[in-house]
């Protein structure tokens, strides 16, 4: 309270000084949290005894700030705040405190264990952190040939619909696929000086298809381009592709980081200095701080506190739900694989997984030796004919604890046939470039004990 009452009467020199105090114990926190293992960080994040005193009232939980706006003693603190002198957050569709906290968690754990510095930037939705963080990179520059971005065909049947439709269709922007993204000399090809982006998944959702992160990175910054990964479903538990060379991560926070289903949300990290041959310096310098401050201001795809404080909750177990969900995926796979009803199982964990070596040096567990391998798979189960789903269906219709569901990386196992559900819109052709056939059915396991998990599939199996 007496801090308060000076600071009624602060001018813009001191505001100035305040805020610059404020970020020098902000990068003091970052520096302690950097020194901690991953749950800790997951756990506390920035979020500490001097924090909740001064800011929360002394509670041990992150607030839900569900308020719109800043207030501000005086005119010169307004008018720093408002010029992003001095640590603000202003109104809640610039920033917020709630998700201030989930942000800077977020990009301590995309870089955990390794001195990368990052920012984040948390968004209403995955699919709003992929337009976030790729749009910038469209901008008109006439200096360059007309533009393209070069993007594996083997994504989210959202990205999918986002890039083909909403970026190609209706801007005219040219989407360059790649079949193959495990083939090196496909994305090789693809570039060329048009080029803004290139953009994978990793793995992918639902074929489970994997590439090699510092290869592709290579090539992007060779050609002076940012390489834009979406690992959501590895999570930064399993996999950090800011490490392996990567510019920008985007997660759906929707999945596996708030796996209790409350809420929807994604998040846009990305390294201080990344690769780009379009945006200003500033731009480039400090990526998700510049998406937070201008784009995502103007656009508006704000995040709800109450989302953040959602996801925060459940992040903090993220890596023990990893492992156990991994622990429970492979023996799932391994069941799937030798069952006679099955005609093929996908999982980067297991032998006969095509990129398996490359998954094994792109996923482990963090803190461990280990692999772990996600929560995902897919299998396709045997039909009449090559592109029946007759098997495939009734198999589903039968299932009775697993939930049918468009849906993943929740505590719950959920299970989807992806050609009539999140791959309905792309059609055949757009099936056919993914590789999702009408048989395929994607599972994502949850934290039940593995053994329920597999008498149900057995019993649904019995009625095919
Ligand atoms: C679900 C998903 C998205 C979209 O996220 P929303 O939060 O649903 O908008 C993007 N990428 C992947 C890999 C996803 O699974």
């Known amino acids: 309270m007496k801090e308060g009452c000076k600071l009624w009467s602060y001018t813009r020199e001191e505001w100035l000084e305040y805020g610059k105090k404020l970020m020098d114990e902000r990068s003091e926190k970052i520096r302690i949290a950097k020194t901690k293992k991953f749950d800790t960080v997951a756990t506390h994040g920035l979020y500490d005894v001097d924090t909740s005193h001064t800011f929360n009232s002394a509670s041990i939980i992150e607030p839900i700030y569900l308020s719109t706006a800043q207030s501000y003693y005086n005119s010169a603190e307004m008018e720093a705040a ?43 939705s995955g699919m709003a952190a992929i337009r976030t963080a790729t749009e910038p990179f469209l901008s008109k520059d006439d200096s360059l040939p007309p533009m393209n971005f070069v993007a594996s065909a083997k994504v989210y049947g959202g990205t999918f619909q986002q890039f083909a439709l909403r970026r190609g269709v209706e801007q005219g922007i040219e989407v360059r696929w790649i079949r193959d993204p495990f083939d090196l000399e496909e994305w090789k090809s693809k570039v060329d000086e048009g080029t803004r982006f290139l953009y994978g998944e990793f793995p992918s959702n639902p074929q489970v298809s994997i590439f090699d992160i510092a290869e592709v990175a290579k090539i992007a910054h060779k050609n002076n381009v940012p390489l834009i990964v979406d690992a959501t479903c590895a999570s930064p538990a399993l996999t950090r592709p800011l490490e392996h060379g990567a510019d920008i991560v985007v997660q759906s926070a929707t999945k596996v980081i708030c796996s209790s289903g409350f809420g929807i949300a994604g998040t846009l990290t990305a390294k201080k200095g990344i690769t780009s041959k379009v945006g200003s310096d500033e731009m480039k310098a400090d990526f998700a701080t510049w998406v937070k401050l201008w784009p995502y201001r103007d656009n508006g795809p704000a995040l709800s506190p109450m989302n953040a404080i959602m996801a925060l909750s459940d992040l903090r177990y993220l890596r023990m739900r990893m492992a156990h969900m991994s622990k429970s995926a492979l023996k799932v796979a391994e069941y799937l694989e030798k069952h006679p009803k099955v005609e093929a199982a996908h999982y980067p964990g297991l032998k006969s997984y095509p990129g398996h070596k490359v998954a094994s040096k792109y996923m482990k567990l963090a803190d461990t030796d280990q692999n772990a391998y996600g929560f995902m798979l897919a299998f396709e189960i045997r039909e009449k004919t090559p592109d029946g789903s007759e098997n495939a269906r009734k198999f589903y219709d039968a299932l009775e604890m697993i939930w049918r569901a468009t849906d993943l990386g929740r505590v719950k196992t959920v299970a989807t046939l992806n050609a009539i559900s999140t791959h309905q819109q792309q059609g055949e052709e757009g099936r056919a470039l993914a590789s999702i056939k009408s048989s395929t059915c994607r599972l994502a396991l949850g934290i039940e004990d593995v053994d329920d998990v597999i008498a149900d599939l057995e019993q649904a199996f019995g009625k095919v």
């Open 82 to 124: 408002l010029a992003y002198k001095i640590p603000t957050w202003c109104y809640t569709r610039i920033a917020n405190p709630s998700n201030y906290f989930l942000e800077e968690t977020i990009a301590l754990l995309e870089t955990y264990g390794t001195d990368i510095e990052a920012s984040c930037c948390a968004i209403s």
